[in-house]
């Protein structure tokens, strides 16, 4: 019996000591379950979530080449870090499932900072911000300010925070399923106005430039986003504003950003 029992137990201590020497896979010391600036830029690239189908901040081109604002912003920044940027694209709820089981290292996807998200994820800078933008169509000259909508015609998301801005205003609320209904519902003369993102209305601009709209008025405060990191990469996030705050002073950023844009929407 006692011979038996000694060589079970050589049979475990063999077995766990072939397991602890194939264990290559694990991170060095002191980077288990994070994606430091370290262990990037030893992989050699930079995991990022985005959609792919959210123009003009990310989607594919007439060639079916991911491309987009945050795209080319995310790799500029692997570029200048001396990474090589991999994509994963997914929905929006798949972005952030993938973040919590660590597949990627940060998501570029106009990700909006909000206190919720703030308390578990960082964010780098601020790299674009959206107003609540008030577009009536070329030739309205009764509506110049959200005053001036009481009694109008506003086409709205019912279920948008817009759509309560225009009926806070006295607005006369017509409902539609998104921007590109109420801009055509607005050249049409069947609504007077619409509240939507300044940064849609910019992009429409951009690509249209004939397109009978102006935009009259926009709330001052505006929301902010970034990229979206797990917490605890503050090396990873410190490089990546660093990256941000010299694209912004060599005219990278603007130049990006005036190409989809039309102008500097970083503040």
Same mark, same amino acid.
């Given at each position: 019996?006692?011979?038996?029992?000694?060589?079970?137990?050589?049979?475990?201590?063999?077995?766990?000591?072939?397991?602890?020497?194939?264990?290559?896979?694990?991170?060095?010391?002191?980077?288990?379950?994070?994606?430091?600036?370290?262990?990037?830029?030893?992989?050699?690239?930079?995991?990022?979530?985005?959609?792919?189908?959210?123009?003009?901040?990310?989607?594919?081109?007439?060639?079916?080449?991911?491309?987009?604002?945050?795209?080319?912003?995310?790799?500029?920044?692997?570029?200048?870090?001396?990474?090589?940027?991999?994509?994963?694209?997914?929905?929006?709820?798949?972005?952030?499932?993938?973040?919590?089981? +660590?597949?990627?290292?940060?998501?570029?996807?106009?990700?909006?900072?909000?206190?919720?998200?703030?308390?578990?994820?960082?964010?780098?800078?601020?790299?674009?911000?959206?107003?609540?933008?008030?577009?009536?169509?070329?030739?309205?000259?009764?509506?110049?300010?959200?005053?001036?909508?009481?009694? +109008?015609?506003?086409?709205?998301?019912?279920?948008?925070?817009?759509?309560?801005?225009?009926?806070?205003?006295?607005?006369?609320?017509?409902?539609?399923?998104?921007?590109?209904?109420?801009?055509?519902?607005?050249?049409?003369?069947?609504?007077?106005?619409?509240?939507?993102?300044?940064?849609?209305?910019?992009?429409?601009?951009?690509?249209?430039?004939?397109?009978?709209?102006?935009?009259?008025?926009?709330?001052?405060?505006?929301?902010?986003?970034?990229?979206?990191?797990?917490?605890?990469?503050?090396?990873?996030?410190?490089?990546?504003?660093?990256?941000?705050?010299?694209?912004?002073?060599?005219?990278?950023?603007?130049?990006?950003?005036?190409?989809?844009?039309?102008?500097?929407?970083?503040?």
């Amino acid at each position: 019996m006692k011979k038996w029992c000694k060589m079970v137990l050589l049979v475990l201590s063999m077995v766990m000591i072939a397991a602890c020497g194939n264990n290559t896979n694990q991170k060095p010391s002191g980077t288990e379950g994070q994606s430091s600036l370290a262990v990037v830029k030893a992989s050699g690239k930079l995991r990022i979530g985005t959609e792919g189908t959210y123009a003009p901040f990310t989607y594919h081109d007439a060639n079916g080449k991911l491309t987009g604002f945050d795209v080319e912003i995310a790799e500029e920044i692997t570029k200048r870090l001396g990474v090589t940027p991999e994509f994963t694209e997914t929905q929006w709820d798949g972005l952030v499932a993938g973040m919590d089981a +660590k597949r990627f290292d940060v998501i570029f996807n106009e990700v909006s900072i909000t206190d919720d998200r703030k308390a578990k994820y960082d964010f780098s800078e601020p790299y674009i911000v959206s107003r609540a933008a008030l577009i009536v169509s070329s030739d309205n000259d009764d509506i110049k300010s959200f005053a001036d909508l009481k009694g +109008k015609k506003a086409g709205q998301s019912l279920t948008s925070n817009l759509s309560a801005i225009a009926r806070e205003n006295g607005a006369e609320i017509v409902a539609v399923d998104g921007f590109n209904q109420a801009i055509d519902l607005l050249i049409s003369g069947r609504i007077d106005a619409t509240i939507n993102d300044s940064l849609s209305f910019l992009d429409l601009k951009k690509k249209k430039s004939d397109v009978k709209i102006k935009q009259v008025d926009e709330i001052a405060g505006g929301s902010y986003s970034a990229a979206l990191f797990l917490k605890g990469n503050d090396e990873l996030v410190a490089a990546v504003n660093k990256t941000l705050t010299e694209m912004k002073n060599d005219g990278t950023y603007l130049q990006i950003s005036k190409k989809y844009f039309g102008e500097d929407v970083s503040k």
